[in-house]
């Protein structure tokens, strides 16, 4: 992945706190990060732009928790337009959630969706290999006591 595209969003402290978020059993950065990767690799098979799609991924899932599983994504879409990021990268993001939430209507908008899904099946694949070793409860632990929403 290229990162003079997403440099600064990996030094924004909104993307850094996420390190302590729970989301889908693991830290909430890892599942955006995995996103980030998938949506780098299907992005020029599905015919986005690259850059954006990986954007949205960044950002896809800050301020999840304010929201329903049908609702984040007009959630997070607002934060990155706050944060500067352009229409695209939160067209994107509104409709990541799909069968769920809104239809993509962009390009970006697809690869997200089908990216997301894709590392929210590697989170639990993550989270139940660590059950065998105790790892998955630790880190649990620890993200539900540095975790806001849980404190």
């Not at 059993?25 to 299907?42: C, E, G, N, T, W």
Request: aromatic fraction near 6%; proline fraction near 5%.
């Amino acid at each position: 992945m290229d990162c003079a595209d997403i440099d600064d969003l990996l030094a924004h402290p909104r993307v850094i706190e996420t390190r302590e978020h729970l989301h889908h059993s693991v830290p909430k950065h890892d599942h955006m990060m995995r996103v980030a990767r998938f949506a780098y690799y299907l992005a020029p098979m599905l015919g986005a732009n690259r850059r954006i799609a990986i954007r949205a991924a960044i950002l896809h899932d800050l301020d999840s928790r304010l929201g329903t599983l049908t609702t984040h994504g007009a959630i997070a879409a607002r934060v990155a337009a706050e944060m500067g990021e352009p229409e695209e990268v939160s067209r994107a993001i509104i409709s990541h959630m799909y069968p769920f939430g809104p239809r993509p209507t962009t390009r970006e908008g697809w690869v997200l969706a089908v990216a997301d899904k894709i590392a929210s099946l590697s989170d639990l694949t993550v989270f139940v290999g660590g059950l065998f070793t105790g790892h998955s409860l630790q880190v649990r632990r620890r993200l539900c006591a540095t975790d806001p929403f849980y404190a």
